[in-house]
């Protein structure tokens, strides 16, 4: 089992940055491939980026493709997720994913464990 707590959402305008973290608990992290998703209202959650369990591999949705960068910290159990040039389109809740399988499952929505989510508002 493995507990995934987002954090670092928050209101910023367009053109902004923000960081999200994600820390876990639970079995060893170092274990899992990590991913972000996100869902805006009315529509359904969409993949944004996925992170192999070493961090050597690395996979992002076109939308956000130069303006997020995934990385994680295996010492410190945490991924992160870092949104520049933020856009209007980009607002949505946001969440942290957790799989054991290989990392290019995440990009097809399939992950075992996911957290309760951290909402970010870009204003234009």
């Known amino acids: 089992q493995v507990q995934l707590v987002e954090s670092g959402g928050g209101l910023v305008q367009a053109g902004g940055s923000l960081r999200l973290s994600c820390a876990a608990s639970?079995?060893?992290?170092?274990?899992?491939?990590m991913g972000w998703f996100r869902q805006a209202p009315g529509k359904e959650r969409e993949f944004v980026a996925a992170i192999s369990r070493s961090g050597g591999s690395i996979y992002y949705e076109d939308s956000v493709k130069g303006r997020f960068t995934i990385s994680r910290d295996n010492a410190k159990n945490t991924v992160y997720l870092q949104m520049n040039s933020l856009k209007p389109e980009d607002t949505a809740a946001y969440y942290c994913a957790a799989t054991y399988k290989a990392y290019r499952e995440l990009t097809i929505g399939r992950c075992d464990y996911w957290g309760q989510g951290t909402q970010v508002t870009v204003s234009s």
């Open positions: 639970g079995r060893t992290f170092s274990g899992y491939a």
